[in-house]
């Protein structure tokens, strides 16, 4: 077995911990202007980046048995975690029970999703120019409002560009990208970024970073204008993505090993925040002007659902 790449791991770590740290101040939104835009922010390029690092390591998919053990290693924890959210969300909500396999809950469409990546990936990769189709269907697709959350359709279009941008990127790439030797320079690009996220960017226009939602529901922007609008959502993504590429860590550092453990995390943050989200905490961290708190609650997230007696419990479900 060759030896992990430390890169890799750090970056996966990182971004987990964004992805965590979102859905936390997703709560927060509308009560602080420094929490939005930092959502705003992360979400530019944390699932860009995790999208087109799982491209990179799709080598194998043109291999016999590879998609069949893909579907075992994420449709079944899919399925698994569609059902236990279900009624996760009685318990917490009191909804009605209603199981639908075909609409994913909450952060559960990136496990489908990837898997519809990897079956695409046969197709467009024998296709010329296929990251121009990909772009260019998902623009398109923006103006067809049946396209929405069912089988995560919409963002399986929106995000696809990125999982085969990292198909095709080379190790190579990584590495003139992490050599670069102005990172600091990579770092003050992205602090401009983040001030210009922060006056100019509200809240309210977060969903063309999610593209979950055909234009229709996307705001201001006329119809015919939205394809424009979100090429420039995708350029803004890739730039602030290889941007936080170019400032991962090349060496192994105290937390590269939670890299190797996203999807427990991932798969189990939701139980946490939500228990977050419904306690007086809430309440407590909008009064007091507590919102670093949720920094440390994001941190205190990753670093239990990475111990070993939580992995060992995931086990049967995610091998």
Same mark, same amino acid.
């Given at each position: 077995?060759?030896?992990?790449? /430390?890169?890799?791991?750090?970056?996966?770590?990182?971004?987990? &911990?964004?992805?965590?740290?979102?859905?936390?101040?997703?709560?927060?939104? =509308?009560?602080?202007?420094?929490?939005?835009?930092?959502?705003?922010?992360?979400?530019?390029?944390?699932?860009?980046?995790?999208?087109?690092?799982?491209?990179?390591?799709?080598?194998?998919?043109? %291999?016999?048995? =590879?998609?069949?053990?893909?579907?075992?290693?994420?449709?079944?924890?899919?399925?698994?975690?569609?059902?236990?959210?279900?009624?996760?969300?009685?318990?917490?909500?009191?909804?009605?029970?209603?199981?639908?396999?075909?609409?994913?809950? *909450?952060?559960?469409?990136?496990?489908?999703?990837?898997?519809? *990546?990897?079956?695409?990936?046969?197709?467009? #990769?024998?296709?010329?120019?296929? @990251?121009?189709?990909?772009?260019?269907?998902?623009?398109?697709?923006?103006?067809?409002?049946?396209?929405?959350?069912?089988?995560?359709?919409?963002? #399986?279009?929106?995000? &696809?560009? &990125?999982?085969?941008?990292?198909?095709?990127?080379?190790?190579?790439?990584?590495?003139?990208?992490?050599?670069?030797?102005? %990172?600091?320079?990579?770092?003050?690009?992205?602090?401009?970024?983040?001030?210009?996220?922060?006056?100019?960017?509200?809240?309210?226009?977060?969903?063309?970073?999610?593209?979950?939602?055909?234009?229709?529901?996307?705001?201001?922007?006329?119809?015919?204008?939205? *394809?424009?609008?979100?090429?420039? +959502?995708?350029?803004?993504?890739?730039?602030?993505?290889?941007?936080?590429?170019?400032?991962?860590?090349?060496?192994?550092?105290?937390?590269?090993?939670?890299?190797?453990?996203?999807? !427990?995390? =991932?798969?189990?943050?939701?139980?946490?925040?939500?228990?977050?989200?419904?306690? /007086?905490?809430?309440?407590?961290?909008?009064?007091?002007?507590?919102? *670093?708190?949720? +920094? +440390?609650?994001?941190?205190?997230? +990753?670093?239990?659902?990475?111990?070993? !007696?939580?992995?060992? @419990?995931? %086990?049967?479900?995610?091998?």
């Amino acid at each position: 077995m060759s030896e992990r790449n /430390p890169y890799f791991d750090n970056a996966k770590a990182i971004l987990i &911990f964004l992805v965590v740290l979102g859905h936390i101040l997703s709560e927060f939104l =509308y009560e602080n202007s420094f929490i939005s835009s930092l959502y705003l922010f992360i979400f530019l390029f944390h699932m860009p980046a995790f999208i087109l690092i799982s491209g990179y390591f799709a080598r194998g998919v043109h %291999k016999r048995g =590879y998609i069949k053990n893909l579907a075992k290693k994420l449709l079944v924890p899919y399925i698994v975690f569609q059902v236990f959210y279900t009624f996760y969300y009685v318990a917490i909500f009191g909804n009605d029970v209603s199981i639908s396999l075909f609409t994913p809950r *909450w952060a559960l469409w990136f496990l489908l999703s990837l898997f519809l *990546w990897n079956v695409m990936l046969l197709l467009f #990769t024998k296709i010329r120019f296929g @990251l121009l189709v990909a772009v260019s269907l998902s623009l398109l697709i923006g103006y067809i409002s049946q396209i929405d959350g069912f089988l995560s359709l919409s963002r #399986t279009f929106f995000f &696809f560009p &990125f999982f085969l941008l990292g198909y095709y990127l080379k190790k190579e790439h990584f590495i003139k990208l992490t050599t670069n030797p102005k %990172k600091v320079i990579s770092l003050g690009i992205m602090a401009l970024l983040f001030i210009v996220v922060y006056l100019i960017m509200p809240i309210d226009e977060r969903a063309w970073l999610m593209g979950k939602q055909p234009y229709e529901n996307l705001g201001d922007v006329s119809l015919e204008f939205a *394809w424009l609008a979100r090429s420039a +959502v995708y350029l803004i993504m890739a730039v602030v993505t290889f941007l936080f590429l170019s400032l991962v860590p090349t060496r192994k550092t105290f937390f590269t090993h939670i890299g190797q453990y996203t999807i !427990t995390i =991932y798969l189990l943050h939701m139980l946490l925040v939500k228990l977050l989200h419904e306690s /007086p905490l809430v309440t407590m961290i909008i009064k007091q002007d507590l919102y *670093w708190l949720l +920094v +440390v609650f994001a941190f205190v997230i +990753v670093y239990l659902l990475s111990r070993k !007696t939580v992995r060992l @419990l995931m %086990k049967p479900i995610i091998k």
